[in-house]
């Protein structure tokens, strides 16, 4: 026997088999329950979300020999026959090459006669709106005056070329595209039944490949399963499809949250030497970036796909202001429609995550990278304040800015550096030391992740989570090691470790604690308000938690 492709095999053959479409599918069950049909009906959509299938389903519905009914036996002689695609009162017209008025003549000359086996005479027409503008006049004079023995089944992807006459005339039904969710749910229960072995990674890919038709997605299986010799692998879905996979992506984004140029120029090497389709990959990042939001503003929420990369995108949520992650999101779907206009493709691809760069938001104090300070530039140069907008929460204490007018020595005096207090243990205090070594952006960054567990000699040891540990990289661990070794006065070696437990060590984690304590109290207070009681109570008011924000300093 020859091989039917999956598309075909699995194609929906009740209306309860069918993959999303409920609001379509319970208003024609209703219609067929009642005996309350009307005698035109469109159905519109993208491609491969059921227009057809559903138009084949309502004409066995129509003419089932058990009767009408919302669920056609398909064992008769007439479901069969419709499924095999040779019921002769089901009349199939592709409006796509049966464009003329002598095409829809004949089909009108031919619906006045009775039914040869069913109840009723069906007409489905395909890609209705191609159909040219003499053959829809022809077509409305039945829509009009239609036989009682007579349905009309229209099927468009572009409704809006239809004429209003025949809007007018029918029962308009608009079908949605289907969700990965949805393709990816269908897809796993065909593969189980299949007996295919496959990896839960491919599926996602296919299912945000098929783009919201099933259809497609059901071809982009059978070429997956043909790629892979019978199997389904992540690695093969991705070649095949010219994707990457989410740990890139996030590459991409981990090099943009440092600010570091030659990391992400680094990043864009590795991802092009896939040779992926970069318009997809700026999907992706878009796609990983809206993830990132939703962490963001709607804690508790989680994706599809999300589980395998929850750590790094939390990590990411963390470095990312909210408000930068929507600049981001909009140059990265901008730089997506414009990729066709660019040189090539990479380079558009490139100029998109450069752009991102340019605009990542500096801090007081911090000049550009394109716009760095000459080494022989005295401190009041390098205190000009960058015309991008400082981050959130990174603001420069008052000791960390040097004085207007003041004389540069060629070394700091040691009589006029502050000295880092230190424990029991000999270790410096970090988050003091973070103070006097200046440790702002990207480094500020690095350091405020990390925890000083020990030292030995010249040697600090400080401790970073898994999820950070990419941002311990040169030159920003050499950088790091010349401000602290100045602010300290010898000569310092930083060893970076990963170790869970950083994760509540950190300052960036004890600030967090505060704010949310601090949150906590802002909110208790709200509550506690005289006067907000009085509102709830007097008024019915209510309090919007998003809105409360702890008064600073």
């Known amino acids: 026997m020859s091989y039917q492709v999956l598309a075909r095999k699995w194609r929906p053959r009740k209306f309860a088999e069918l993959v999303g479409q409920e609001h379509v599918v319970r208003a024609l069950t209703n219609a067929l329950d009642t005996g309350r049909m009307h005698h035109a009906y469109l159905f519109t959509g993208t491609r491969g979300v059921g227009k057809t299938t559903i138009a084949r389903i309502f004409a066995k519905s129509l003419n089932c020999e058990r009767g009408e009914s919302a669920d056609p036996c398909g064992e008769c002689s007439v479901c069969t026959a419709v499924d095999a695609g040779r019921f002769v009162d089901l009349l199939e017209i592709d409006a796509a090459s049966n464009t003329g008025v002598d095409d829809v003549r004949e089909v009108i000359e031919n619906a006045q006669y009775a039914p040869s086996r069913g109840r009723f005479k069906v007409y489905l027409v395909d890609e209705v709106h191609m159909l040219s503008k003499p053959a829809f006049n022809a077509l409305l004079k039945t829509l009009e005056e239609p036989p009682p023995h007579v349905k009309f089944l229209l099927a468009t992807t572009d409704p809006q070329k239809l004429p209003v006459t025949v809007l007018s005339r029918c029962l308009k039904f608009n079908l949605k595209r289907l969700l990965p969710e949805q393709i990816s749910g269908q897809m ?139 600049l981001y999101y909009q140059i990265a779907t901008t730089g997506r429609r414009d990729l066709p206009m660019a040189p090539d493709a990479r380079t558009g691809f490139e100029m998109t995550v450069l752009r991102m ?51 540069t020595p060629v070394a700091p005096a040691p009589a006029s550096r502050r000295a880092v207090p230190t424990d029991a243990r000999g270790l410096p205090d970090w988050v003091a030391l973070i103070d006097q070594a200046g440790l702002r952006g990207p480094l500020g960054q690095l350091a405020q992740n990390a925890a000083l567990r020990d030292r030995d000699g010249q040697t600090l040891t400080l401790v970073l989570q898994e999820a ?81 924000k702890p008064v600073s300093g």
Do not use: N, W
């Not at 992540?234 to 590459?251: E, I, N, T």
């Not at 394109?370 to 204490?397: C, G, M």
């Not at 300290?488 to 950083?502: H, W, Y």
């Open 188 to 326: 796993r229960h065909i593969l189980g039944a299949e007996g295919i072995a496959f990896e839960d990674a491919a599926i996602v890919e296919l299912a945000r490949g098929a783009d919201g038709s099933l259809r497609d997605g059901l071809s982009l299986l059978d070429q997956a399963i043909a790629y892979g010799g019978g199997a389904l692998k992540a690695d093969d879905v991705r070649a095949m499809l010219g994707s990457v996979a989410r740990g890139q992506v996030l590459g991409l984004l981990q090099a943009l949250a440092v600010g570091q140029g030659e990391a992400l120029m680094l990043e864009c090497a590795r991802i092009a030497s896939y040779s992926p389709d970069f318009g997809g990959v700026l999907d992706d990042v878009a796609a990983v970036l809206h993830r990132i939001q939703l962490m963001q503003l709607v804690p508790g929420y989680q994706a599809e796909g999300d589980e395998g990369a929850g750590e790094e995108l939390a990590a990411l949520a963390q470095q990312f202001a909210p408000e930068d992650v929507q």
């Open 357 to 407: 760069l340019a605009f990542r938001p500096g801090e007081v104090g911090d000049a550009p990278a394109a716009r760095s300070v000459p080494a022989r530039a005295t401190p009041a140069a390098a205190t000009v304040s960058s015309p991008v907008r400082p981050a959130p929460e990174r603001v420069s204490p008052p000791a960390a800015v040097a004085a207007p007018q003041a004389p």
């Open 468 to 548: 950070h540990m990419h941002l311990a990289v040169e030159p920003m661990v050499g950088q790091m090691e010349e401000r602290v070794s100045d602010a300290l006065g010898e000569r310092i070696r930083l060893r970076f470790v990963s170790d869970a437990s950083a994760a509540t060590q950190t300052p960036a984690a004890r600030a967090a604690e505060a704010r949310d304590a601090a949150q906590a109290r802002a909110e208790q207070s709200i509550e506690e308000d005289p006067l907000v009681q009085a509102l709830k109570r007097d008024f019915g008011a209510r309090v919007v938690p998003q809105s409360i």
